[in-house]
T-cell receptor
Framework: GENVEQHPSTLSVQEGDSAVIKCTYSDSASNYFPWYKQELGKRPQLIIDIRSNVGEKKDQRIAVTLNKTAKHFSLHITETQPEDSAVYFCAASGSGGYQKVTFGTGTKLQVIP | NAGVTQTPKFQVLKTGQSMTLQCAQDMNHNSMYWYRQDPGMGLRLIYYSASEGTTDKGEVPNGYNVSRLNKREFSLRLESAAPSQTSVYFC????????????FGPGTRLTVT
């Protein structure tokens, strides 16, 4: 089955700096890669996703890049703010929206004011 | 729209007791999922239902059973609870055809003593 590895497990940055979280996956059939943000005590919520026919996607201060050859994808947050502090999860899913979704173990991001 | 709802929010069980966690969605989604979340372990898939009438095992199915009662409802049953099943349980759903985004419920915090 699919295996998703995520690094680092914790990340501290100064407000205004950039943060990068990296994930690798094992199943070359995976073609959907979402990122979720989970604030303390809350449910995970989708912040950005990318499909395998796209190499990069941006949404304001957040971007995701995908390298299918190397089987890795990354989340980039620029101009970090204290409200970006949360746990971030990457995930990978197979073809179609009915497949199971495998999550990474999470990155706890702390933005220091 | 209530989105994805879960009951109960909190539950304490004694070892050996049984219980059913309920999940319902009102978004007409096809796929539904049950995850457990433990510190440092991310979200691990217990069972999922790609569509009404089907269920499949995820990464950690032992000790659990599921029922896809209809398109809206997907329940998770613990037949004989064990302390190792202490966790936060999240239900999720997704449309599966045009949209791959998963929507999560608020979670159930289960403690088994």
């Amino acid at each position: 089955g699919e295996n998703v590895e995520q690094h680092p497990s914790t990340l501290s940055v100064q407000e205004g700096d950039s943060a990068v979280i990296k994930c690798t996956y094992s199943d070359s059939a995976s073609n959907y890669f979402p990122w979720y943000k989970q604030e303390l005590g809350k449910r995970p919520q989708l912040i950005i996703d990318i499909r395998s026919n796209v190499g990069e996607k941006k949404d304001q201060r957040i971007a995701v890049t995908l390298n299918k050859t190397a089987k890795h994808f990354s989340l980039h947050i620029t101009e970090t703010q204290p409200e970006d502090s949360a746990v971030y999860f990457c995930a990978a899913s197979g073809s179609g929206g009915y497949q199971k979704v495998t999550f990474g173990t999470g990155t706890k991001l702390q933005v220091i004011p | 729209n209530a989105g994805v709802t879960q009951t109960p929010k909190f539950q304490v069980l004694k070892t050996g007791q049984s219980m059913t966690l309920q999940c319902a969605q009102d978004m007409n989604h096809n796929s539904m999922y049950w995850y457990r979340q433990d510190p440092g372990m991310g979200l691990r898939l217990i069972y999922y239902s790609a569509s009404e009438g089907t269920t499949d095992k995820g990464e950690v199915p032992n000790g659990y059973n599921v029922s896809r009662l209809n398109k809206r409802e997907f329940s998770l049953r613990l037949e004989s609870a064990a302390p190792s099943q202490t966790s936060v349980y999240f239900c999720a759903s997704r449309r599966g055809d045009l949209s791959y985004e998963q929507y999560f419920g608020p979670g159930t915090r289960l403690t088994v003593t």
